[in-house]
Structure formats: C-alpha cells, structure tokens
C-alpha cells in the first residue's frame, strides 16, 4: 500500500511537472520497463480526466442558471419601465386636463381624473379612456403649484442666411481672356492657364463661378472676416472663385496666374493678396507668398460731379478745360477741339512705332494711356495699359513730354483735369492715330476678349460715362483659385476685448466692424461671452450681433470704442430673413 501510494505521488508529480530533469527521465524508462506502473500511470489519468469532466460540466450548468436569471430580471427590468413611462404619460395628461372650481376664497375644488384598471388596459390597446371624477379640496395656494402646467420645449429651427449669388461666366480656355463682373473686378487670364483633376490641360469652354464682396455689408452677411493668424488687416475687395468643365472642378496650372483688378476709390500702400481657408465657422487669410504676386496701384482719376469737392472733373464735362499752348484764347468749346487735335498729334509726331516691330508684333496695337493734367497744367500720375510692357513704357514717356497747359477751371478755381488716350497704330504699317479724349472714332478691335470690349468702346464713345471704378484700382497676381483677400496689414497697439451678451442662446454670431479701416473682426463664444482676442485700441466700431432664436431672426446693433472690460448692452429687434440685407445695408453708412 505504502509503494501504491508513492507510485500516485510520482505520476502525479510527472503530470504536474515539479520532477527533476532525472527524476523525469527515471519516470518515462520506468513506463518502458515495468508494465504494472504503466497500468497504474493510465487508470489514474483516466480517473483525472474524469474530475475534470464533472468539474467543467458543474460550471456549464453554473452558468446556465445564472444566464437564466438575468434573462429574467432583464425582461422584467423593460416590463417595469415600460409600465413606468405609461402611467407617467397617462398622469401628466390627465393633469392638464384637470377642471379647477373656485368655491369660495379659502378652497378651490380641483376636479381630477382618477386612473382606474379599465383605463390600464386601454393605454396599451384602445384609444378609449375610462375616467373618474373624483372631487378633492385642496388649500388654494398648493392649488397653485398643483395646477401649474410643466413647461414644455420648443425645437429650435434653424435659419439660414442664403448665400451671395454668384455670378457665372463662360470662356473659351484656348484663347486669352478679359473678363470684367458685375462690381467691377477685371480678371485677365491666359490661355491654357486651367488643368483637371489629371494635370491635363484643358480645351474648350469653361465656367467660372465669381463671387464678389467689396461692400462691408456684403461680407458681414457672409460671416467674413479680415485677419491673419489673428493679426487685422484692412480689405481692399474679397473674391471667390471657382473653375469647371462639365461639373468637374478645375485648378490652376503651375506657374500660371490670373491678374486681378480690385477696383477702388481710394488708394492705399502696401496692398497684398490673401488666400482663404474656413475653419470652425471663421475665415483666416494667409499671405501668398510667391514671386507672381505684386501690386500696382491705379492712380484715381474721378469722374463723378457729385465729388466736385476733390477738385477733379472729366475733360468732356470742366467748364473751362485745359488749354494746349495755342489753344488758350479760344472759346471753351472750341479750346476744348483745339487741345484734343494738339494733343493726338503731339503723340503721333513722337510715338516710336518701330519698337512694335522690334518686338516681332503684327497687326493692330492698343495702348489705352490715362492721365491727369495738373493745376499746374503738367501731365501727372500717368498710367498706360497694352499687351506688352515695352509700349505702355513708350506711351508713359511721350505723355510726359507734353509742354505745359493753361490749366482747366471750374466754377471759377483751378481743377484737376483727367484725360483719357486710347493710341492705335497698325505695326506692320506704322501707321498711328491718338484717339482724343473728346471726340474719338470708334475703331473695330481685334481680341481674345469677351467682355474687354465694352469698356473699351464706353472710353472711345463717351470717357464721361466711365465710372471711377472702371479705371481705378489694385492690380495683383494669384496662382490659386477659391477665396481671394487683396489685403494690407493694420499694426497698432492691441489690447483684449470680451463682451457679454445676457440670454445669447446658441444660434447667435458677433462681428465688429471698423469705421477708420476697412476691417471687421468675428467673435469667438464660450457660453454668454464674445471673445474678439486682440483689438487696436481706441477704435470706434460698430458691433453687430445676429441671433436666432425660436426660429426667429434677430439683430442687434451699436456704436462703441474699443476698450478693455466694456460694459454694452445689445437691444434686439425681430427682423425677417428678407430685410436682413436691407437692415445691415442701413447699417453701412455707419460703418
């Protein structure tokens, strides 16, 4: 018995692996050689195995039964509930429908249907409801609190202001092309400037789509903004454009650019042009950083008697024009004849044509030349506009040669005369004519152009009807389509400016706007605080908040300067989506 037992000892300690490397090796020669101890090794593996059996099947009907139960307690955890949200609905309905008498000045009788087993059953089958009246009194000021309805709330729907319409224009991609929009911007384009998605240039008509903001208004409207990594700068004309063949969106290829004139009013150094990208509901400019990129300004030549005050006024309209020496003692009509024939012919008699030539140029050329004849009757702020850089030279040059005038008078005082000089000569030929400010002939032009003509002949046929804008401007180069900012940074000292606006809601944006500079900056919102980071200190803005609530619009408005901790307060009117533009237009001649 007592060998039996230590032969149990060393099989279980073979099985479980805790014998020596020798003890191991004597157990296994042990099996070859003594058949009595390999019996005794088997019976007793078969006899563990069978533990384990009954061990695994204890823990198999274990886990059954637990399964069971929580099956159970689950089905009954969803009846329960279920029979909760039934009887909760049940009671907040019949508690609105409940009848309040007043009987006297101590006690209200609240009459209260009671749910009974009938109705029970009616809620998860029938729509028919059986109710009890049963009267209660009740102390009238609990009947107050009793009686009162739970507050119920409203989904808020949300309005969205409809984006600028975008002005759609269709070309012919082989061809070089000048294309003039709706408020003015001048786009000059190359031919096969434009690549698919494949880098395959393209052929055939293309449509690009332009947007244009150039009115504050407009671009509070459209939630834009003019910042730089947080830094402000000041606007001088936003575009959006984008390009397609049948639907398919297209860029633009390597090194190629399209010239864009921003028009203008005014002047300002140190104009650049801005690429755009939105993120989180903001729009933040980033410089384009490449060699195609420069500014030319315009000079501004005023061609509206309504700003007589600038001392500016057209050649075809002044009073007492501009007298070519020779001309001076003439009546103003007739002076006006005589300096236009002195000046075309002063240009014709010094224009050099062969340059043209030299240039390998054939057919007819077209310098348009602006200036503007000083109160010192000096030709100044010469400007000129051909296919190659080398004429405009020439025509700056000739223009500057023109002798001293007898300056032009209005109402008595010397005033700035603009004059306008479209040169056509025929390069094979060198045949030349300056067509005069005032009396021009109409000439049949050869071009590419699709839309340059018109203002070509408006500037032959009638100068006094070209609006400021046609000639006045920044003129840049973009490699990149989509948003586009001709911008100048404004660098003043900042300081941190928050608001708080009480009952704000979710559904609302903040933007201020500048009434010195050309900028608007937006809001970030943490709750019923508007963070605009950092702003030029003591600036007179215009705030402008536009807020939804309910599904209604609202918008508020006020004048402030910036300071640090402001105390303002927003007083809002209900407008509709379809005075929205019209109220912010108002805003405008605050701005």
């Known amino acids: 018995m007592e060998n039996h037992i230590k032969d149990i000892a060393f099989i279980n300690g073979y099985l479980d692996k805790t014998l020596s490397k020798k003890e191991t090796l004597l157990f296994e020669e042990r099996l070859k050689t003594d058949s009595q101890f390999n019996s005794l090794f088997e019976e007793h593996t078969t006899l563990i195995e069978g533990i384990k059996r009954q061990q695994l099947k204890a823990e198999i009907i274990s886990g059954k039964k637990i399964y069971t139960r929580y099956k159970w307690l689950k089905y009954f955890g969803f009846t329960t509930l279920a029979l909760v949200i039934i009887i909760s609905v049940f009671i907040f309905t019949t508690a609105n429908n409940s009848e309040v008498i007043k009987k006297d000045n101590s006690t209200i009788e609240v009459v209260t249907p009671t749910l009974s087993i009938d109705t029970l059953t009616s809620l998860k089958t029938t729509t028919d409801t059986v109710v009890e009246k049963k009267i209660t009194k009740v102390p009238q000021e609990q009947t107050k609190t009793d009686v009162v309805k739970p507050e119920v709330k409203t989904k808020i729907a949300k309005v969205k202001i409809p984006e600028k319409p975008f002005q759609t224009i269709t070309f012919n991609a082989e061809k070089d092309t000048t294309i003039v929009c709706k408020e003015g911007t001048k786009l000059t384009i190359k031919k096969g400037s434009f690549l698919d998605k494949n880098n395959t240039v393209i052929t055939g008509n293309i449509d690009l789509e332009v947007t244009e903001y150039y009115t504050l208004s407009d671009m509070v409207l459209a939630h834009l903004s003019t910042q730089s990594d947080e830094t402000l700068l000041e606007t001088g004309g936003m575009l959006n454009m984008k390009a397609f063949q049948n639907n398919a969106p297209l860029h633009l290829a390597p090194n190629t650019t399209i010239e864009i004139l921003f028009p203008s009013k005014t002047q300002k150094k140190g104009m650049q042009l801005f690429s755009g990208a939105w993120d989180s509901g903001n729009i933040n400019w980033t410089l384009q950083n490449n060699s195609d990129t420069e500014v030319v300004v315009v000079e501004e030549v005023v061609l509206d008697m309504a700003q007589e005050e600038q001392v500016e006024v057209p050649f075809s309209i002044v009073e007492i024009p501009p007298a070519y020496p020779g001309c001076e003692h003439l009546e103003p009509s007739a002076s006006k004849k005589c300096t236009s024939v002195a000046i075309s012919k002063f240009v014709m008699a010094n224009f050099n044509t062969e340059i043209a030539m030299n240039l390998g140029l054939t057919g007819r050329q077209r310098i348009n030349t602006i200036f503007r004849i000083n109160q010192e009757g000096r030709p100044v702020s010469i400007t000129s506009r051909a296919s190659e850089p080398e004429l405009e030279i020439e025509a700056n040059r000739v223009i500057a040669l023109l002798p001293k005038m007898t300056p032009g008078k209005q109402r008595g005082k010397t005033v700035i005369v603009p004059y306008s000089l479209p040169i056509v000569f025929q390069a094979e030929s060198n045949q030349l004519s300056a067509l005069t400010g005032s009396t021009p002939r109409k000439e049949t032009l050869r071009r590419d152009s699709i839309v340059n003509k018109k203002f070509e002949d408006k500037l032959i046929e009638n100068p006094a009807s070209v609006k400021a804008y046609e000639l006045n401007g920044y003129i840049l180069r973009t490699s990149k389509l989509g948003w586009i900012n001709c911008d100048r940074f404004i660098r003043r000292t900042n300081i941190p400016f928050k608001l708080k606006i009480k009952n704000a809601g979710d559904d609302i944006r903040v933007s201020m706007v500048f009434k010195s500079i ?62 929205l533009h019209d109220e912010i237009e108002q805003l405008h001649s605050t701005f």
Request: glycine letters at 4%; proline letters at 5%; charged letters at 30%.
């Open 518 to 579: 050309k900028s608007i900056i937006p809001s970030s919102k943490i709750g019923d605080v508007f963070d605009f980071k950092r702003v030029p200190k003591d600036e007179n803005v215009v705030l402008i908040a536009i807020k939804k609530d309910q599904g209604k619009l609202y918008l508020g408005s006020l004048e402030t300067k910036t300071a640090e901790h402001p105390n303002i307060e927003f007083v809002f009117k209900e407008i509709t989506l379809d005075n």
